[in-house]
């Protein structure tokens, strides 16, 4: 299967709850507008950043619909069906691809693991006949380790996955990545997933990238990817470690919960997060707020909706 590949950003979207924990539905218009004017080319849906494993199947769907009721055509939906249980992947694959999606992906079975890529191979495989007209993109992340590198996992998925069309690559192992962006003459899209290695990818071929920061601080890196398209290394060096310096920043919070107060930051309430991942305090979100704009968040955020 052949698709035109990625060029840009990809953000990878909060799913909005209520206080309640129930999922808000209506706050998905105002992030597709955020996302929308500024330029980002497509979402990954229900992925690590979008708590899809602390979501019901039932939930996964409404929020998968709900992404592809309001997208707009420019704007690539990507919907992640990654569940341990196959018959539950092949029930999100086969809605993905009937709502619409422009591409379905999953991540590796997180309990029982693939011993080798060829049962990874034969995993994915299943996934894909429920949606055999659908683009599939494989989730690599070190969040579920294997005993393999990706590209191994491309050279046993080849001939047998034939809806296979690129990777979610959420690594810094850039020889790996090199190696998948060069593969078989370029032929699958890689989407780099590390944000605040952004530049790095650039250098080794990267076209595209899939992050959750791009969320609320698109407009630093579509500078850097300016910068660097530009020839001036000195400024998208300085970008990447201004984007390097907000990552840390989050993570000192977690990320999850501190991303989602940084889009409260812009005007978009996204709600708390699931357990057990730990919500903010409001003295935690009173310093992660300080110390963000300490680093000059407001002139880099993205422009509100």
């Given at each position: ?59 996964r769907k409404q929020v998968a619909a709900r992404w592809l009721q309001l997208a707009p055509d420019r704007m690539k939906v990507m919907v992640n069906v990654g569940h341990t249980s196959l018959d539950s992947c092949k029930l ?105 290695c952004l530049l790095a990818s650039l250098a080794c071929g990267a076209k595209a990238a899939i992050g959750s920061t791009y969320n609320y601080a698109a407009l630093l890196y579509k500078r850097l990817i300016e910068a660097f ?77």
């Amino acid at each position: 299967m052949q698709v035109e590949k990625f060029k840009g950003l990809i953000a990878a979207p909060h799913t909005p709850f209520n206080t309640d924990g129930g999922i808000n539905l209506a706050a998905i218009e105002k992030q597709t507008a955020l996302l929308d004017k500024n330029e980002i080319v497509g979402v990954y849906v229900c992925g690590t950043t979008g708590e899809g494993t602390s979501l019901t199947l039932d939930e996964r769907k409404q929020v998968a619909a709900r992404w592809l009721q309001l997208a707009p055509d420019r704007m690539k939906v990507m919907v992640n069906v990654g569940h341990t249980s196959l018959d539950s992947c092949k029930l999100l694959a086969e809605h993905a691809a009937s709502a619409g999606a422009f591409a379905i992906s999953a991540m590796p079975p997180y309990y029982y693991k693939p011993a080798d890529a060829a049962d990874l191979v034969d995993f994915y495989a299943a996934i894909t006949s429920a949606a055999p007209q659908t683009p599939f993109y494989a989730y690599h992340t070190l969040m579920i380790p294997v005993p393999f590198t990706v590209s191994e996992f491309l050279t046993a998925a080849s001939d047998k996955i034939p809806t296979l069309v690129g990777v979610k690559f959420n690594s810094t192992d850039m020889t790996d990545f090199i190696q998948c962006v060069n593969f078989e003459a370029h032929r699958y899209d890689i989407l780099f997933g590390v944000d605040e290695c952004l530049l790095a990818s650039l250098a080794c071929g990267a076209k595209a990238a899939i992050g959750s920061t791009y969320n609320y601080a698109a407009l630093l890196y579509k500078r850097l990817i300016e910068a660097f398209n530009a020839g001036d290394l000195k400024t998208a060096g300085d970008l990447q470690s201004k984007s390097i310096q907000m990552v840390k920043v989050l993570c000192n919070y977690g990320s999850l919960a501190a991303g989602k107060a940084a889009m409260n930051l812009i005007g978009i309430d996204c709600g708390p997060v699931r357990p057990p991942v730990k919500k903010l305090t409001d003295a935690d979100f009173q310093n992660l707020s300080e110390q963000l704009r300490d680093i000059g968040f407001e002139d880099f955020c993205s422009l509100k909706p």
